[in-house]
């Protein structure tokens, strides 16, 4: 597929815990012999020295693990104990020159707490800090949040981006590097003249923001292909669909469908930002209505 698209393979492995897939260590060599770069999502549990050092010998490039709040609040979302075997494997991820990375989901239970989190990644010497929103997907049938504790409004939100931002600039000569995963942080620096918009461009042309319809696509176990696994969005699948034909098709083209956004179409940011489509999707059902955390005023 990538050959065929001019496009550089990158793997993201992900579960559950994908180490104890019966045939982790076996996809992982075929990556080896394809010398195609990866990085593992996934949780510490079975996390040794000895794993670790065999996880860099196949070329695992990052290893994230999700830190979702302070001892109680993370214990609670996860389960007991994983606060503290979490903070203890960063090293055992850093000594095998794995790159280590926290990723928080940002919710209404834990959004005060992002700002202290951040405290504790530089001080635990994680290479990689980021976050992302919580998103209501079908994939939420087992989980005891409710969601609509989980909202955040929009003026909320900015301002936490601002406090980020703050402790962002107090870090930045730290070993931490923080990644502005959520794309409403391109509004953020461009209300701070801090992103301009190039002179230049071509307006057709998508230059950043949301991957979905662009970089990326998910496949899960039983072969189906999303175009973005945090919402319902199932465009093929790979035991009976060519990758590349699907990500050429009309059902991939929905998700390249930037005119019928009801609110980006209409910002000088769409080609930019877009906000996130799936989180949009779980609150309305619908990947082209507005962000629900995006606070930019629209004529």
């Excluded at 001892?71 to 996860?78: F, G």
């Excluded at 980021?130 to 994939?139: G, N, Q, V």
């Excluded at 600039?169 to 730290?174: A, I, N, R, T, V």
């Excluded at 292909?225 to 919402?231: K, N, P, T």
Aim: hydrophobic share 35%; with cysteine; proline share 4%.
């Amino acid at each position: 597929m990538c050959n065929k698209l001019n496009r550089i393979p990158y793997f993201y492995i992900t579960g559950g815990d994908p180490i104890l897939h019966n045939n982790f260590w076996q996809l992982l060599e075929l990556l080896k012999i394809k010398s195609i770069d990866f990085s593992i999502m996934g949780n510490p549990f079975h996390l040794t020295d000895e794993v670790c050092k065999r996880l860099k010998e196949y070329g695992c490039e990052r290893y994230q693990l999700s830190i979702d709040g302070l001892q109680e609040t993370h214990d609670q979302i996860r389960k007991k104990g994983s606060f503290s075997t979490t903070l203890e494997k960063i090293d055992c991820i850093n000594k095998s020159g794995i790159r280590s990375v926290i990723m928080t989901t940002v919710s209404g239970t834990n959004i005060t707490q992002i700002p202290d989190i951040i405290d504790l990644a530089v001080s635990h010497q994680v290479k990689i800090f980021a976050f992302a929103r919580y998103c209501p997907t079908c994939f939420d049938t087992t989980s005891n949040i409710n969601s609509k504790e989980q909202h955040i409004d929009p003026a909320q939100y900015r301002q936490l981006l601002e406090k980020c931002w703050l402790r962002f600039e107090q870090y930045k000569d730290s070993d931490t590097r923080f990644n502005l995963k959520d794309h409403l942080w391109k509004l953020y620096l461009y209300e701070k003249g801090l992103f301009t918009i190039p002179d230049g461009l071509d307006e057709k042309i998508i230059y950043d923001g949301c991957n979905c319809g662009i970089s990326h696509l998910t496949i899960i176990p039983n072969g189906d292909i999303y175009a973005c696994r945090r919402m319902d969005s199932i465009v093929g699948n790979v035991f009976t669909d060519n990758l590349a034909d699907v990500f050429l098709s009309e059902k991939m083209d929905k998700y390249r469908s930037y005119e019928v956004f009801e609110k980006c179409s209409k910002c000088e940011l769409l080609r930019f930002c877009r906000g996130c489509p799936a989180v949009a999707y779980g609150y309305t059902q619908n990947p082209y209505s507005a962000d629900p955390q995006c606070w930019k005023a629209i004529a």
